[in-house]
């Protein structure tokens, strides 16, 4: 079993910087994107960054220019600092761990983080 636990939530004041950091554990194989989605209530979850194990990133359109996403591939671990805060980045932030083993794919989802921007 694979477990993601994130920290660094918290409140914040706009134009302000937080990091959010999350830590997987468990049987993780080698190759595998780490991810961060983040989520409104009575809104889908929706994609903030990912970063491969190779290193290729990709971003959600309205957080590119502010946040960078980057991981620590011997600690399994992802990070996502988020720079020039919107109160629209307000939301409950999640880690997000994807692999295929043997053409199955399997994801992994954090307990979530709150990230509350006061204007």
């Known amino acids: 079993q694979v477990r993601l636990v994130e920290s660094g939530g918290g409140l914040v004041q706009a134009g302000g910087s937080l990091r959010l950091s999350c830590s997987a554990s468990?049987?993780?194989?080698?190759?595998?994107?780490l991810g961060w989605y983040r989520q409104t209530p009575g809104n889908q979850r929706e994609l903030v960054a990912s970063?491969?194990?190779?290193?290729?990133?990709s971003y959600g359109d309205s957080v590119k220019g502010r946040f960078t996403i980057s991981r620590e591939n011997a600690e399994n671990s992802v990070y996502l600092q988020m720079n020039s805060l919107k109160s629209e980045d307000t939301a409950v932030y999640y880690c997000?761990?994807?692999?295929?083993?043997?053409?199955?794919?399997?994801?992994?989802w954090g307990q979530g983080t709150q990230v509350t921007v006061s204007s």
């Open positions: 997000h761990l994807q692999t295929i083993v043997m053409a199955t794919q399997y994801e992994y």
């Open positions: 468990g049987r993780i194989f080698s190759f595998n994107t």
């Open positions: 970063v491969t194990s190779g290193g290729f990133t």
